[in-house]
């Protein structure tokens, strides 16, 4: 008689998890916790330790309490408000890395501070964007990796590498998921103004939708009188496409221009909500159906009904991932 053998399958083996890299580290100041703590969970990373606080009468304390002799370190830190105490933060925590010997520090700036001040709009005013770039590298940032720069050509005021990401993809992926937008219903994206009319056709054409641009005059650094509507949105879905919403005077007198021209529903989106002094107050009072914002910058005030927070935390750790490696970063884009 035959005898048949049975062979027993192996047992599966667990797949280990990823080991945490040890060469890389990551640092944070206090402008934006949330978002670093995200990034390490992201990347399987402890956050660094370090101690960022304040002495007696106010100025930055940093003290780096790990080991990062030969370490490639990022400093997740956006210069938001209040943003000379986030600078100043930032600047400390890159010497103190540099004289513990770090191999490479890039600060991590998911917002620009000062990046509104990119050139001499009028006489006797400094370019406070460039002055910015001139202390980063000074403090010893090797690179810098940020996002949604208020203007393209301040990557041009430093001397060190600039990987620049933009949030477009987040917040498209969030558009895609409306109804309106899966419906295929008329849809137009306006630029609130000339300037951001680039930024405006690559969200269209992602999404297949129309382009308009509000034709504005503005009275002053925070407000804007809206003079026409350039494009049809006539009983059309709207999304107001910018990258930072401030005091919102601009976006609010644009929101009520398109409703009076006859938009069916109004959605607003931007990579960075300052959201200062009246801004929330002041869009309660206009029609939008929505503004998407990303977490660049901590949302800290209630959060109204029409706000929705997307994250960055995850395009931020694969850069910050790719960056390390060696590997691409545009191919984020593609």
């Known amino acids: 008689m035959s005898t048949i053998v049975v062979e027993k399958s192996p047992a599966k083996l667990k797949k280990p998890a990823p080991q945490p890299d040890p060469g890389l580290k990551i640092f944070s100041g206090n402008s934006n916790l949330p978002l670093a703590e995200e990034i390490c969970s992201i990347l ?112 041009g005021f430093f001397d060190i590498p600039v990987d620049h990401l933009y949030a477009n993809p987040v917040i498209i992926d969030y558009f895609k998921k409306k109804p ?35 034709n504005k005059r503005r009275i002053s650094p925070n407000e804007a009188a809206v003079m026409s509507i350039i494009g049809d949105i006539k009983g059309k879905n709207v999304i107001i496409i910018d990258d930072i919403v401030d005091t919102a005077g601009t976006l609010c007198k644009a929101i009520e221009a398109l409703h009076k021209e006859g938009a069916k529903k109004i959605y607003a989106s931007c990579a960075h909500a300052i959201l200062a002094g009246p801004a929330i107050e002041r869009l309660s009072h206009v029609p939008i159906e929505e503004l998407v914002v990303t977490n660049s910058i901590p949302v800290n005030q209630a959060k109204p009904k029409y706000l929705t927070v997307l994250s960055v935390g995850r395009l931020l750790a694969e850069a910050i991932k790719r960056i390390h490696s060696g590997s691409s970063v545009s191919e984020l884009f593609v």
């Open 180 to 214: 309106f937008v899966v419906d295929k219903e008329p849809l137009v994206v306006v630029s609130p103004d000339a300037g951001g009319v680039e930024r405006a056709r690559a969200f269209a054409k992602r999404l297949g939708a129309e382009l308009a641009v509000v």
């Open 44 to 155: 399987n990373l402890p956050l660094g330790k370090a101690h960022v606080g304040r002495f007696p009468d106010g100025e930055c304390e940093v003290k780096i309490e790990e080991n990062v002799r030969g370490a490639d370190c990022f400093v997740i830190q956006p210069t938001s408000f209040p943003a000379n105490d986030n600078l100043m933060e930032l600047l400390l925590i890159m010497d103190a890395l540099k004289r513990a010997s770090a191999n490479r520090i890039t600060p991590v700036l998911p917002y620009y501070g000062y990046s509104r001040q990119d050139r001499k709009a009028e006489p006797r005013v400094p370019i406070s964007a460039k002055l910015v770039a001139n202390l980063i590298g000074a403090a010893g940032a090797d690179r810098v990796l940020t996002m949604d720069l208020h203007a393209g050509q301040i990557q």
